[in-house]
């Protein structure tokens, strides 16, 4: 079956730097889309960045674009959020989840996808 583990998670200074990574199993690593995603408590699930691995399509919320890299690994199976110049607002646990969509933008919307990891958390102190 469809498994994501992610690690990585941690805690840092603000404007400091983390890298997650997302090793996935059980599918077609280059068929399905790939995102990471962000809660914190008492929000809503956030979109940070999504990959389609075949084609290398990226997308990025405004919130972390030209801070945050999301990039990937075929031999390893395994899709990286690196994420600079943090801020104490990106403190949130961090999901990595998968789906099936077709298309060439990768959706940052939590719905589209359909297989989720457990998550790491990510604490960035001022």
């Known amino acids: 079956q469809v498994q994501l583990v992610e690690s990585g998670g941690g805690s840092v200074q603000a404007g400091g730097s983390l890298r997650l990574s997302c090793a996935a199993s059980?599918?077609?690593?280059?068929?399905?889309?790939t995102g990471w995603f962000r809660q914190a408590p008492g929000k809503e699930r956030e979109g940070v960045a999504a990959?389609?691995?075949?084609?290398?399509?990226?997308s990025y919320a405004d919130s972390v674009k030209g801070r945050f890299t999301i990039s990937h690994d075929k031999a390893k199976k395994t899709v990286y959020l690196h994420m600079n110049s943090l801020k104490p607002e990106d403190t949130a646990m961090y999901y990595c989840?998968?789906?099936?969509?077709?298309?060439?933008?990768?959706?940052?919307?939590?719905?589209?996808?359909?297989?989720w990891g457990q998550g790491t958390q990510v604490t960035v102190s001022s």
């Open positions: 990959i389609y691995p075949g084609a290398g399509s990226t």
């Open positions: 989840a998968a789906g099936s969509m077709a298309g060439w933008v990768p959706p940052l919307g939590s719905s589209e996808y359909n297989y």
């Open positions: 059980g599918y077609i690593y280059s068929t399905m889309c």
